[in-house]
C-alpha cells in the first residue's frame, strides 16, 4: 500500500470540469477492449481510452474491512463510479449517485463507489455525506482496478456502466449530469431486455450525450 508522499505524488494536475486530477499508470494484460466515447477532455492531446468489454475481478476493502469484488452484485446492472474525496466534481455528484442508487434500485441497478484515496478520509466523508450505496477503499490497489479496465488516462470522476451480465456498456469521464445518467441507464435497461447489443446501446449514447452538453450550455449561456 502506497504511502501518502507517494499517492499525492501522482496527482499530477487539474482535471475534468477544471478541479478533478489526472492519475497516470500503465495497463498491464489489457483485456479484450474497444473505444470508449470520450466526454469533453481538458486537453485535446489526451490519450485514447480503450475499455475492457466485461467487468474484470479484483478485490478491494469494503467499508467494514471484508475484501469484496464486482462480481458480488451478480444479476445487477452496476454503476461503477471512481472518485476521491480530493475532487471537487466527485464530490458534487454524489447526491446524484445517492438518488440513482434509490429510484433503480427496482430496476436492478447497483450504484458502487470506488474511493481511490486514504481510508480513513473515505470512511469520514461517507459517514458525513450518509453515503447509503456500497463503496470500495483502495490507495494503489484501486488505481489498479482502474487500470483492470482497461483505462489509460483518467479524470476522476469516472463512471463505468453495465448491464446485467457484467458487460460494460458505457463509460464517462467527469461529473455526471442527471440527464445524462437517464439517457445512459435507459439504454443499459434496453440492452438487459435484449432489445439492443451493448454496441449499439453505446452508439445510442453517444449520439445523445452530444446534444445534451449542448443544451446545458445554452441554459449556461441564457
Request: charged share 20%; hydrophobic share 50%; aromatic share 8%.
Amino acid at each position: 500500500m502506497m504511502n501518502r508522499a507517494v499517492l499525492a505524488a501522482v496527482i499530477l494536475g487539474a482535471g475534468v470540469a477544471g478541479a478533478a486530477a489526472y492519475w497516470f499508470f500503465g495497463v498491464r494484460n489489457p483485456a479484450p477492449a474497444l473505444p470508449v466515447a470520450a466526454a469533453p477532455a481538458t486537453s485535446p492531446d489526451r490519450p485514447t481510452t480503450r475499455l475492457a468489454e466485461t467487468v474484470p475481478t479484483f478485490q478491494l476493502l469494503d467499508r467494514q474491512g471484508q475484501l469484496r469484488s464486482l462480481q458480488d452484485w451478480p444479476g445487477k446492472s452496476l454503476v461503477v463510479n471512481f472518485w476521491a474525496t480530493w475532487c471537487a466534481p466527485c464530490r458534487r455528484e454524489i447526491p446524484l449517485l445517492q438518488q440513482i442508487a434509490r429510484e433503480r434500485a427496482n430496476d436492478g441497478v447497483e450504484v458502487v463507489g470506488i474511493a481511490v484515496d486514504f481510508r480513513d478520509k473515505v470512511l469520514a466523508y461517507a459517514d458525513e455525506m450518509q453515503i447509503g450505496y456500497p463503496l470500495l477503499i483502495g490507495e494503489q490497489d484501486a488505481l489498479d482496478a482502474a487500470a483492470a479496465f482497461g483505462v489509460d488516462v483518467i479524470g476522476f470522476p469516472f463512471t463505468i456502466f453495465t448491464d446485467n451480465r457484467g458487460r460494460v456498456v458505457f463509460a464517462h469521464i467527469g461529473e455526471l449530469h442527471r440527464a445524462q445518467a437517464e439517457v445512459i441507464l435507459d439504454e443499459v435497461a434496453a440492452v438487459n431486455a435484449g432489445e439492443q447489443s451493448p454496441a449499439e446501446a453505446r452508439e445510442m449514447i453517444e449520439n445523445s450525450l452530444p446534444a445534451l452538453q449542448h443544451k446545458s450550455a445554452g441554459k449556461s449561456a441564457g
